[in-house]
């Protein structure tokens, strides 16, 4: 998931051509998208000859369809390409893997990109062998100041390598906790205001209610919501090569202790949330659940996932540990825009990027997850809270998206792979996170010295 924050420490229409290509072979791409010689331009790299009535390329997951299908429906004098393809999901790096491709090819580059990391910009800002970064610098002139600056604080930090800023942060993530207001008041249990007092819930939901939860261990996310949020010092990038690993801390052993407390006793099961077994088990048993703000729609008010009855859906601010001023939490996804350097059509991209990420038409109306645009942001909220779903305010999950913690980070590599890859095989297996802590804090080191990190 690619902020380097110490670095940093932002008439007649025509009709719309939508073709929609399928991301299955690297012709494909190449036939979505081509690029011509560059010329020193204004925006602080190199640009291709413009060509201002040619359609762009824009590459999307499946969940940002309806993005493009709305900026078409607003914008049908601006003719764009529609790419289908992974989003880069669950660090499958396939963005990263097919630009080096076109790199190489020297053309086939798309003119827009999302990617459902937050890791990209770490790569896509810098050159690569030699060659131009792929994403267009955005904060000289080609977006303009008042939009950048009218994102939410701290949202851009990974969008953002060496002082400038290559991408455009869709939505936020941050994590907050989840709660079912009618269950809570039927046991008779207070909210959790610290973690001790979250842990201390688990165990007595294990003894007077075994079969609910409050938490779950089992997706690749999981470090993003308790250790992240414990201030656990594994991903910290201090400069464009360099990060600080340190898994051995207080902060690190006490998100870990906890869990394996609340994993032995049922309470935070490892099992992912997205699974039959999950909803097998556990539908109308969630009492309680930390994890990022688009759990609501995702999990929460889906009638093919929990299926929460409207008026029972309660969300609490992020918790703090024991002695702490302010509570820190994680981020869980979000997705990033990028527009390409080799763009022949710079300026209808940037319109683009500018539309999906701040235009009411899509980021109020039509998009699931937390704008990182604030006063779209502010609109989402009002219309979530007009909704009546919701059995408290919403303004918890405004207050989490400033507690974001900068001591984890986004370098190149995808911190999920790695726990998917190294932890969550061994608590399976019946270890325990804390003694799985050194493996974990190997492999992170590992794959950081792989994609030429200096490891502290």
């Not at 380097?4 to 299955?24: F, M």
């Not at 010329?39 to 824009?58: L, M």
């Not at 000289?140 to 390598?161: R, Y």
């Not at 645009?373 to 400033?402: C, D, F, G, R």
């Amino acid at each position: 998931m690619a902020g380097i924050h110490a670095v940093v420490r932002s008439r007649r229409k025509a009709s719309t051509v939508a073709v929609i290509c399928t991301a299955t072979s690297l012709l494909a791409l190449a036939g979505c998208g081509g690029q011509g010689t560059s010329a020193k331009g204004a925006y602080g790299f190199p640009q291709a000859k413009q060509e201002a009535s040619s359609a762009i390329t824009v590459w999307v997951d499946a969940d940002r369809q309806a993005a493009a299908k709305a900026f078409q429906a607003e914008n049908p004098d601006t003719k764009i390409k529609v790419v289908a393809y992974d989003g880069s999901a669950n660090g499958s790096n396939s963005f990263r893997t097919k630009m080096q491709l076109f790199d190489r090819a020297g053309s086939g580059w798309p003119d827009v990109v999302f990617s459902s990391q937050n890791n990209d910009a770490a790569w896509a800002g810098q050159k690569n062998g030699g060659k131009q970064a792929f994403a267009a610098v955005l904060d000289k002139g080609l977006v303009p100041k008042d939009i950048l600056s009218n994102f939410t604080a701290g949202s851009l930090n990974p969008c953002t390598v060496d002082g400038r800023v290559y991408c455009l942060r869709n939505d936020l993530a941050q994590a907050v906790l989840w709660y079912d207001k009618s269950l809570l008041e039927q046991f008779g249990y207070a909210l959790p205001t610290t973690w001790e007092e979250y842990q201390a819930l688990g165990e007595k939901v294990a003894k007077e209610h075994p079969g609910y939860i409050i938490g779950t261990a089992g997706d690749a996310w999981t470090p993003e919501v308790f250790m992240w949020g414990s201030r656990c010092r594994a991903n910290d990038v201090t400069g464009p090569k360099s990060v600080i690993v340190k898994t051995d801390s207080t902060e690190c052993k006490r998100a870990a202790s906890m869990l394996d407390t609340l994993r032995q006793n049922g309470t935070a099961p490892v099992v992912s949330v997205f699974t039959p077994e999950f909803l097998k088990k556990y539908s109308g048993k969630v009492l309680m659940m930390p994890g990022p703000a688009w759990y609501a729609g995702a999990i929460f008010n889906n009638p093919d996932s929990l299926n929460v009855p409207a008026g029972r859906l309660g969300v609490a601010a992020p918790l703090p540990w024991k002695g702490e001023n302010k509570a820190a939490t994680g981020n869980v996804g979000g997705g990033t825009w990028f527009v390409s350097s080799h763009s022949k059509n710079l300026k209808a991209a940037e319109k683009f990027v500018q539309f999906v990420t701040t235009a009411d038409k899509y980021q109020v109306d039509v998009a699931p997850g937390y704008p990182a645009y604030a006063p779209a942001a502010q609109k989402w909220i009002a219309k979530k809270e007009a909704s009546k779903y919701y059995a408290t305010p919403l303004q918890p999950v405004v207050t989490a998206a400033s507690q974001v913690w900068d001591g984890w980070d986004y370098p190149v590599f995808s911190q999920e792979a790695i726990w998917a890859k190294t932890v969550t095989p061994g608590i399976t297996g019946g270890k325990s996170i804390v003694d799985l802590l050194p493996a974990w804090q190997k492999a992170i080191e590992n794959q950081a010295k792989v994609n030429g990190y200096k490891v502290n």
